[in-house]
């Protein structure tokens, strides 16, 4: 059977706006969010707590596991800071927020996170680690770059990918009804 909803995942840096975009997104589309810290702690998908980094240790094969029959329907938007695990079959649109890195640095500050694990996430926004991750696991055209600087960056990004979603379900599910 077909999927009549796509899934998304929204992906970047921790402190690029993931959770805000997908819950903005969700909320008027109607596609559920589906945050990835969330579920590796509720669904025991992890190996133990990284003191250091002061993160879940992700056991990525019984995160797949755990959410492969959800996923499949269709309907999900992924939000965590990572895409490769997820396999090219299930996944219709990989939305990469970009953020400035002076902001980036603010943001993370702010949630106070670790020395180590602030340069770490700032290094990677400044490499374009997570764009070139979805450029190497997916084909370029399901891949849209967007900018997160500034809280109205979220509104015209959720639009964006809204017009995206209708243009989608136009072309997969119309036709299939034709």
Not at 61 to 73: A, R
Not at 105 to 111: G, I, K, M
Request: one cysteine or more.
């Amino acid at each position: 059977m077909a999927k009549i909803k796509p899934n998304i995942i929204v992906t970047g840096t921790p402190g690029v706006g993931k959770t805000s975009h997908c819950a903005l997104l969700a909320q008027n589309t109607g596609l559920t969010h589906m945050s990835i810290n969330q579920t590796v702690k509720e669904r025991g998908c992890h190996d133990g707590w990284d003191e250091e980094f002061q993160s879940w240790i992700v056991d990525e094969d019984k995160l797949l596991d755990s959410i492969e029959d959800e996923v499949k329907q269709g309907g999900y938007i992924i939000d965590w800071h990572s895409c490769d695990l997820f396999p090219r079959r299930w996944i219709d649109l990989v939305v990469v927020l970009r953020t400035n890195s002076t902001k980036l640095y603010d943001r993370l500050e702010a949630r106070r996170y670790p020395e180590q694990k602030l340069q770490e996430n700032l290094d990677s926004e400044i490499m374009q680690v997570l764009l070139e991750e979805a450029r190497q696991s997916y084909d370029e055209d399901i891949i849209v770059e967007l900018e997160s600087n500034e809280p109205h960056d979220i509104e015209s990004n959720v639009d964006r990918i809204e017009i995206w979603i209708e243009n989608w379900r136009r072309d997969h599910v119309e036709s299939t009804a034709l």
